[in-house]
């Protein structure tokens, strides 16, 4: 069992910044990989940013340079660093986490949701 609990959401006016924390605990013996996702009331929940093995990452585009993901592997967290927000940033922000549980068992787990909202 894997849980994933996200921080670090709320009000920010739009150019300002935020970053959002997700800790993965439980039973874990290796993480593949961990990213962020949002959704809007509405429309499919879509990807955000990605940190895989090796130092691999995606992006969405709507985030490149805007956004930075990164993981303390010490910790099994993954953070998003979110710059220049803007008011279609407003969404809830899931954490996901691809998380073996024991050797060849893949555990795809979500955290609850933390709403960001950008706003004037």
């Known amino acids: 069992q894997v849980q994933l609990v996200e921080s670090g959401g709320g009000l920010v006016q739009p150019g300002g910044s935020l970053r959002l924390s997700c800790a993965a605990s439980?039973?874990?013996?290796?993480?593949?990989?961990m990213g962020w996702y949002r959704q809007v009331p509405g429309k499919q929940r879509e990807l955000v940013a990605f940190?895989?093995?090796?130092?691999?990452?995606k992006y969405a585009d709507s985030v490149k340079g805007r956004f930075t993901i990164s993981r303390d592997n010490a910790k099994n967290t993954v953070y998003l660093q979110m710059s220049s927000l803007k008011s279609e940033d407003t969404a809830v922000y899931y954490c996901?986490?691809?998380?073996?549980?024991?050797?060849?068992?893949?555990?795809?787990?979500w955290g609850q949701g933390t709403q960001v909202t950008v706003s004037s």
């Open positions: 439980g039973t874990i013996f290796s993480i593949n990989g």
């Open positions: 996901n986490g691809i998380i073996a549980t024991q050797p060849g068992t893949i555990s795809n787990s």
């Open positions: 940190s895989g093995s090796g130092g691999y990452t």
